[in-house]
């Protein structure tokens, strides 16, 4: 009988309820995915950004700073990305809030720099082995402030952490079909240098790396010309990026637009493209390679 109550205390106390789920916000549906990856049914998530949103430009609202301050723990990408809202998260930290940028779990040594004191690119997503580690920082933090739930936490993010290189294997062997000369990525802004850097691409970004000053008229003209120089076939639009630098180039240069790509955030809940579920980062993840493979061809 003494067993049996253990047991069913046991049970009692691992059980997520609505109560007692641990209060996550986040700010890019990036992270709300990941951080649905590694808590599961214990935590309860509420997110800032929505699909199509760009964090580089995003200011918080009132009720998104109530949100901020609701929950139990908050994660952000880090790395100037949400680079308007950094006073918001140094405020709350001095308040004792628990704010964790996902990509303090990353060993700097791997982050590509933007040059002089510009810090380092924020675009970390596009390396499946980088994005392993800011779930590892997730995990780390759950477990710390969660522990009774320790296990599951553990169990959720081994699991992940393993698609996650399933995922890089997958990409690697269709980025590899494509012959080296073709692997130039043309895109709205410099999201892209991390998968780039993991698949062997050449990737060019109009507008460089953050989407605040829309792209210059020599940008354009420099990258017409490279297009007709180096014959490209194709060049992408983004999803969270205004179209119009790209459609002038496609038909200054005679690329085609391949198709829309996901860079800072995900497709919306359950949307199906290409039999792809971009709703989620695996799935948006196979989309866009598959994209631009098929295109660049």
Known sequence: ??????????????????????????????????????????????????????????????????????????FYNGLH?????????ESLAEQGK????VTDGIDRSSLLTLGGNAG??????????LWSQCAQKIFIELKKFDSQNAMHYQKQTDSYKASLKNLYRWAKE??????????????????????????????????????VSEAGLADIISTIDYI??????????????????????????GAKIGGKLFSDSLGKKGEILDEYDVGNYLGMFKYNMTTIVKNLK
């Open 98 to 101: 628990a704010v964790f940028a």
């Open 174 to 211: 269709l980025a590899d079909t494509l012959p080296a000369p073709s692997k130039i990525l043309i895109t709205s802004h410099d999201a892209y240098n991390y998968f780039g850097s993991a698949f062997g691409f050449q990737v060019i970004g109009v507008q460089g790396i953050s989407t």
């Open 228 to 253: 007709k120089k180096h014959k490209i076939k194709a060049i992408f639009i983004e999803s969270s990026v205004s179209p119009a630098a790209i459609e002038r180039i496609a038909q200054d240069s």
């Open 120 to 129: 380092y690119d924020p675009h970390v997503w596009f390396d499946p082995d």
């Open 1 to 74: 009988m003494k067993y049996l109550l253990i047991v069913i205390s046991f049970f009692l106390l691992s059980l997520p309820t609505i109560y007692g789920k641990v209060k996550v916000c986040t700010t890019t549906s990036l992270i709300q995915n990941l951080a649905q990856e590694i808590g599961g049914g214990f935590i309860e998530v509420e997110n800032l950004m929505g699909p199509g949103v760009d964090p580089h430009l995003y200011k918080a609202t009132a009720s998104d700073i109530k949100k901020l301050r609701s929950a139990d723990i908050i």
């Open 81 to 89: 990305l949400e680079g308007r809202m950094v006073d918001v998260f």
